[in-house]
């Protein structure tokens, strides 16, 4: 079965380019009812002056950028990075008229080729619960921080379109969503206390929303993009199809629930002393 953080999958699956992606997002574009639009409101929450670096650790198409281009400060110098060679590509191709200066590469979180202290910011949007070790990633986001620097975090909790998870048990009681939602890793019920273990100040905004789907189509590309549901479905497609044109007709919609939020927290600001933070987690085959 397959695991949110098993990287294999994701590079060789999952996001070996932006396929999947694409079908997940067209959803919550399509039929979310908070039209402020969740790029928007994360945009909303990264607070940074006008002359800065910031890091985006598994950027994926760039959709964060794409979608506020004229809200960027001209200052502001964006890296985006991604573990997928595929994800990156899709990054270049789809900023590379916008006129801004934007750099890629790929990169694991857990091993950022970037010098210490290079960075005013870390943006890690929907990505934490990929990553298997969180505590090396931890320790390579503070690394990378200037003082002062801020991480921004986003994540889902436990409840997160659990109704998609039941809708396809219904239909099937053998199958699953591998959802970040049913996993035990970065959630915003959990993700405080590991980011506090590397960085100070942690906050946490949730944003408000729900989707009210009114098209099987659009639902089941969704649950088709999924890890391993294809496989799963297989020649079923169509009649799990009509089972949620079905619920669709009788219902009038499917209305999912959404929790997603926003942690921010930051680095020792200058002027004050480092705390042992990193010395105290480093792991014994961590060099002084």
């Known amino acids: ?27 919550h574009e399509r039929f979310s009812v908070n039209r402020h639009g969740w790029l928007s409101w994360v945009l909303d929450h990264i607070c940074l002056s006008p002359e800065s670096r910031i890091l985006e650790l598994g950027c994926g198409p760039g959709m964060l950028w794409l979608k506020n281009l004229h809200r960027i400060p001209a200052g502001w110098r964006v890296t985006l990075t991604d573990l997928s060679p595929g994800m990156v590509e899709e990054a270049r191709k789809n900023l590379r008229d916008s006129g801004r200066p934007f750099q890629f590469g790929v990169a694991d979180a857990q091993s950022v080729p970037f010098k210490d202290a290079r960075f005013d910011a870390v943006i890690a949007n929907h990505m934490l619960y ?46 699953d969503l591998d959802l970040p939602s049913t996993s035990n890793s970065f959630l915003l019920e959990t993700g405080a206390g590991q980011i506090a273990r590397w960085l100070l100040g942690v906050s946490l905004h949730r944003y408000e929303d729900a989707l009210v789907v009114t098209e099987a189509g659009p639902l089941i590309a969704y649950i088709l993009s999924s890890g391993g549901m294809s496989a799963a479905i297989g020649n079923r497609v169509a009649e799990f199809t009509h089972f949620v044109e079905e619920e669709i007709a009788h219902r009038g919609a499917i209305r999912i629930s959404k929790d997603s939020g926003l942690f921010g927290a930051y680095k020792t600001p200058a002027g004050r002393a480092e705390t042992n933070t990193r010395a105290a987690h480093r792991k014994p085959e961590e060099p002084g």
Not at 10 to 15: A, M, P, S, T
Not at 142 to 164: D, N, P
């Open 1 to 27: 079965m397959f695991r949110l953080s098993d990287q294999a999958c994701l590079l060789n699956d999952q996001y070996k380019d932006a396929s999947n992606f694409n079908a997940r997002f067209q959803l």
């Open 130 to 175: 990929h990553v298997p070790d969180r505590e090396r990633a931890f320790s390579e986001i503070r690394r990378v921080l200037k003082r002062g620097g801020r991480l921004y975090a986003s994540t889902v909790g436990k409840g997160h379109m659990r109704e998609m998870n039941d809708l396809v048990k219904r239909f099937n009681p053998q199958w």
